[in-house]
């Protein structure tokens, strides 16, 4: 008989959630998970939306090509990290790097077209009554001319048949799966190096979560762009990471490789359903 798996209430999940927050993850700890790779660095970031603050000193760092997976308690503060490093938040204390240089009050069309961050929302962000092609030339707009851009969709057509077969049809007749690929495929047209990818399996069916995984996965092992991800499914996640952060109350509360927090019997009780 298989073993039942552990249901916790949110606010069981909240209270355990804080012991974790025991030990302070050293940023020696965090450079050893990236490889002594700083690409990309958050250091001490305090941050939040208005006169709030959600993070408090938060620290970060993947090299180039790796792939990092947020997780935590709802509230954790996971999506303004993103928020934080793109620009969409209001930043007290602290500084991102990318690449060597500081980043931290770019606005964020200056992080795409200069620090090379393009940021994956979570929502459906698609324009349905604009063609496939119309929506991907739409992630070109910081291009010099349309003959750039035109170049640029071309390429990331030639990347993605599936694409190149629907780009004359209206987006909204695009599958779950479809979408979240154009997407996707539509942040890639200013060739970033960070993707920043908002919880990418939300809203799809499980037929399309591993696509959707595998082409992240393809971007980060042949391309070599680095990956920070919020993901829902925690499990998922982890499984696609190189590393794993545990978020608990704006703070960093743990730091392990993917595979390693896979294994965290803590880790699996209050975020993996087990």
């Given at each position: 008989?298989?073993?039942?798996?552990?249901?916790?209430?949110?606010?069981?999940?909240?209270?355990?959630?804080?012991?974790l927050?025991?030990?302070?993850?050293?940023?020696?700890?965090?450079a050893?998970?990236?490889?002594?790779?700083?690409?990309?660095?958050?250091?001490?970031?305090?941050?939040?939306?208005?006169?709030?603050?959600?993070?408090?000193?938060?620290?970060?760092?993947?090299?180039?090509?790796q792939?990092?997976?947020?997780?935590?308690?709802?509230?954790?503060?996971?999506?303004?990290?993103?928020?934080?490093?793109?620009?969409?938040?209001?930043?007290?204390?602290?500084?991102?790097?990318?690449?060597?240089?500081?980043?931290?009050?770019?606005?964020?069309?200056?992080?795409?077209?200069?620090?090379?961050?393009?940021?994956?929302?979570?929502?459906?962000?698609?324009?349905?009554?604009?063609?496939?092609?119309?929506?991907?030339?739409?992630?070109?707009?910081?291009?010099?001319d349309r003959?750039?851009?035109?170049?640029?969709?071309?390429?990331?057509?030639?990347k993605?048949?599936?694409?190149?077969?629907?780009?004359?049809?209206?987006?909204?007749?695009?599958?779950?799966?479809?979408?979240?690929?154009?997407?996707?495929?539509?942040?890639?047209?200013?060739d970033?190096?960070?993707?920043?990818?908002?919880?990418?399996?939300?809203?799809?069916?499980?037929?399309?979560?591993?696509?959707?995984?595998?082409i992240?996965?393809?971007?980060?092992?042949?391309?070599?762009?680095?990956?920070?991800?919020?993901?829902?499914?925690?499990?998922?996640?982890?499984?696609?990471?190189?590393?794993?952060?545990?978020?608990?109350?704006?703070?960093?509360?743990?730091?392990?490789?993917?595979?390693?927090?896979?294994?965290?019997?803590?880790?699996?009780?209050?975020?993996?359903?087990?």
């Amino acid at each position: 008989m298989a073993a039942e798996q552990t249901v916790l209430s949110v606010d069981q999940v909240a209270r355990e959630s804080a012991e974790l927050m025991r030990h302070q993850v050293p940023r020696s700890a965090l450079a050893q998970l990236a490889g002594d790779d700083n690409y990309v660095r958050v250091e001490n970031l305090t941050a939040g939306y208005g006169r709030t603050d959600i993070l408090h000193g938060v620290d970060l760092q993947v090299g180039r090509g790796q792939s990092l997976c947020l997780i935590g308690p709802n509230g954790a503060g996971k999506s303004t990290v993103l928020h934080s490093i793109y620009g969409f938040t209001v930043i007290r204390g602290g500084a991102v790097f990318v690449d060597g240089e500081e980043v931290t009050r770019m606005p964020p069309a200056a992080k795409l077209s200069q620090a090379g961050i393009a940021y994956i929302l979570q929502d459906n962000s698609v324009f349905p009554d604009m063609t496939v092609e119309e929506n991907l030339l739409m992630g070109g707009y910081l291009m010099q001319d349309r003959a750039q851009a035109q170049a640029a969709v071309e390429a990331v057509c030639e990347k993605y048949p599936q694409l190149a077969k629907r780009r004359a049809q209206p987006a909204r007749v695009l599958s779950g799966g479809e979408r979240r690929l154009l997407e996707i495929s539509r942040a890639l047209v200013m060739d970033p190096q960070v993707l920043l990818v908002d919880e990418p399996s939300i809203g799809l069916e499980p037929r399309f979560i591993g696509m959707v995984f595998e082409i992240l996965t393809d971007l980060c092992r042949r391309e070599r762009k680095t990956v920070i991800m919020v993901e829902q499914n925690a499990r998922k996640g982890l499984e696609f990471a190189d590393i794993g952060y545990v978020l608990v109350s704006g703070q960093l509360a743990l730091a392990g490789g993917g595979r390693e927090l896979l294994e965290n019997a803590q880790v699996g009780r209050l975020f993996l359903g087990g």
